[in-house]
């Protein structure tokens, strides 16, 4: 709960990544908010309103991911809707920001190989980006191998997918300023 918030509020890839993996962990503890609770929630070092805090969200996610019947597998609509949000704002930038064309036109092959690999041949290169990104992460996390034409791959994912949340966190940062005048 709170490295989501600020993850929210600084990356919003990062936050989408972060967000899959709490699901994946939420479905590891089988939508026990016991367990998260003890396992997870324990573990935090802060006050007890706090950890409150953080069980209620945990508790909340679990039941959003029950009322969306993405308890096996699947992202909460939240999530998606970011996803979509990154995706119109790619759509946006292909056509105004040179420097975020070149960044796709790097990452548009490793896309390609990666959308064909994985059975993602309808969705969108922010999507597919986010998703070799998040099974990278994964990989990464279970300490195996990754080959280097992989991290190169990655790389040049990640260097768009950074982009692409800077711009967007601009954005909302320039609409918050209109709204606050």
Do not use: C
């Not at 796709?104 to 986010?130: C, I, Y």
């Amino acid at each position: 709960m709170l490295i989501a918030r600020e993850k929210r509020k600084e990356n919003l890839a990062e936050y989408i990544l972060y967000m899959w993996q709490v699901e994946d962990m939420l479905r590891a503890f089988r939508m026990d908010i016991e367990q998260v609770e003890r396992h997870v929630v324990a573990a935090f070092q802060v006050e007890a309103p706090v950890r409150r805090e953080a069980r209620e969200w945990y508790d909340n996610l679990i039941e959003m991911m029950k009322r969306e019947n993405i308890v096996a597998a699947g992202h909460l609509q939240v999530a998606r809707n970011m996803v979509n949000e990154l995706s119109e704002l790619h759509l946006y930038l292909l056509d105004r920001d040179a420097r975020y064309r070149r960044l796709h036109v790097e990452a548009s092959g490793n896309l390609q190989e990666f959308r064909h690999k994985s059975g993602l041949s309808t969705a969108p290169d922010v999507e597919v980006a986010l998703q070799a990104l998040y099974g990278h992460l994964m990989l990464r996390l279970q300490k195996k191998e990754i080959h280097s034409q992989t991290r190169q791959a990655m790389e040049t994912f990640s260097r768009m997918m950074a982009y692409l949340a800077a711009r967007y966190r601009q954005m909302e940062e320039e609409t918050g300023e209109e709204t606050n005048n």
